[in-house]
């Protein structure tokens, strides 16, 4: 098998290291993913999926803690479709990431369906180093390669009575074993509010690491909430929809006095059954405080001075 070596511009240099590069490859391939045609990381190093476009980091948007390692952030994931352990590398990489396509639709004035490729060329690709804090305690620091959804919503000009935006996960039973276990409510879709969704924060990561994004992390296409629980930050996106009526989201569906829509991260407001008030971070392993709105608040806390009667920590 070709193992194709990235030019240098295709990574941000201060980032990633040739060996964080070498040592990725090897955790994937022991895990068998490469030798098995079609499969996202054989699609990758086929050249079937292109290497990102040249783009740059916006500082505007500042970690305020260490880049977790790629090897953590790319080896412990949670992705139901695939399992539900942390370890769905090997799962996750048969699925096919070529041809993507996203429809956009409902209460649209353009309804459209794109080609990922297509978006990733038509609209602003910059880099993001966000912080994801999972609602199991667990956290990462990680920079992103995408969009901001605003800039996609532009494109197909929501209609005025649009009031919520659903995001939903494909569906590949040929690849997704976790599609098996009927009792969870296929597909996984996650919602926001119209609001939310035109906040600067709310992005559509494309790739990670400055590569493509991996199968994984919810490659080719996700969308991260950096202020939510990462439950809220639905994978491997096939559609978004725009509506009048409050998406029911995957997790409310299985445990609604758990998991509810808003799901904003609050370190006072602790989860049924532990604390929020810190986090483990993935890599050093070291504990840290939890901040409210996982240290967002300037950008979002604005959108829920009027919501106060509804569940927004939880
Ligand atoms: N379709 C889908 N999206 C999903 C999930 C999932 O199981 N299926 N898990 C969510 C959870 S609980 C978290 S914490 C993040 C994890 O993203 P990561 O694996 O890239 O860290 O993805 C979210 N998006
Ligand atoms: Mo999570």
Known sequence: MLIRRRRGYEIPESQVTPEHLVLNRRALMGAGAALLPGTAFAQQAAGVVPPLPEHQRNLRYRPEREITPEREATTY??????????NIVREASRMPMRP???QVDGMVAKPATYGVDDLIRMLPIEERIYRLRCVEAWAMTVPWTGFQLSELLKLVEPTANARYVSFTTAQLPAVMPGLRQSWYPWPHVEGCTIAEAMNELTFMPVGMYGKPLLAQNGGPFRVVFPWK????????????TLTDRRPENFWFKIQPSEYGFWANVNPEVAHPRWSQATERLLGSGERVPTRLFNGYGEFVAGLYTNLQRERLWA
């Open 77 to 86: 994931n949670n992705f139901y479709e695939f399992g539900t352990s942390k």
């Open 100 to 102: 993507w396509t996203i």
């Open 229 to 240: 629980y990462g439950f809220k930050s639905g994978k491997s996106v096939v559609r978004i």
